[in-house]
């Protein structure tokens, strides 16, 4: 036998390795296929991984070369039967405590907790792949709320993303994964941020101008204003020019990826003269 590998064949019935068509033994003509493997070290003590029950040869083959790789860049990862609950809880968690802030931390073990544990936590470690965690995310995306009916929202999916990404990350440099099962999952997409600026109505606009008629009349400054300060038929009409101002820049700006932002024509109209009537009633020319 190589010493780096080989592939076998045994028979399904009696599991005798097979050489022809059929099984010597039970006469069977079922069979799988399966490698052995060096793992250990060159130079050091012999260390033989097996593992069977493929289909076809060519099954074998590649999970025998992709062992192989995993020795030859020191990645090889020993198989045992720890849970993702054991990894995270037991190990993960204890670990990176004294690493990172307390509210990540507390972060963290929120998502474990609540969402991953629950779901997913009896799988082994080293058998979840990126399939796995696509479908925890798209049921914690259509049922994952603890309090109430309804999914969670895109962006905490991707928490929990990001959460169970730097587990699997530590969980290769520590040896224990050979790859991560999150580079191979696909996190939601993030919620657009809406830039939408909200201005106001015609019928907006003619409740406000009709609210504050009392304090647009020329002359008129109340009680409270003392030399030196504006009155308040000035402050409107500052501020009904702020707003006018607002409006025609929102009417010209165009937000990436979307159609210009265009308010109502009339409300835009009675502003700018509410503005330029009131500018005028409180700074007549000589």
Known sequence: MSRRGMIRKRCSSCGRRVT????????????????????????????????????????????LAEVQAAVARGQHVEPDKVTLTQFLESEWLPAIETTIRPSTLASYRLHVERYIV?????????????????????????????????????????????????????????????????DAADAPRAEPRSSKLRTWSAEELRQFLHQTADDRAPGRAGPQHGRGSPSSSEATARGAHRVGSRVERHRIRVH????????????????????????????PTA
């Open 20 to 63: 022809e068509r059929r099984c010597p033994g039970c006469g069977s003509d079922r069979y799988s296929w399966g490698y052995v493997v060096d793992v250990g070290a060159v130079g050091g003590k012999r260390k033989q991984r097996t593992k069977s029950g493929f289909k076809t040869k060519a099954e074998a083959v590649a999970a």
């Open 118 to 182: 629950p779901r997913i936590g009896e799988a082994r470690l080293q058998q979840i792949g990126g399939s796995d965690l696509n479908a925890l995310y798209a049921e914690l995306l259509a049922s994952g709320r603890v309090r109430g009916a309804g999914g969670l929202s895109p962006t905490t999916v991707r928490r929990v993303h990001a959460t169970l990404h730097r587990a699997f990350r530590d969980a290769v440099r520590w040896g224990r994964l050979s790859r991560s099962p999150a």
């Open 256 to 283: 990436a990826g979307r159609r210009p932002a265009d308010p109502s024509g009339s409300a835009h109209e009675a502003l700018r003269s509410a503005s330029e009537t009131i500018r005028a009633a409180t700074h």
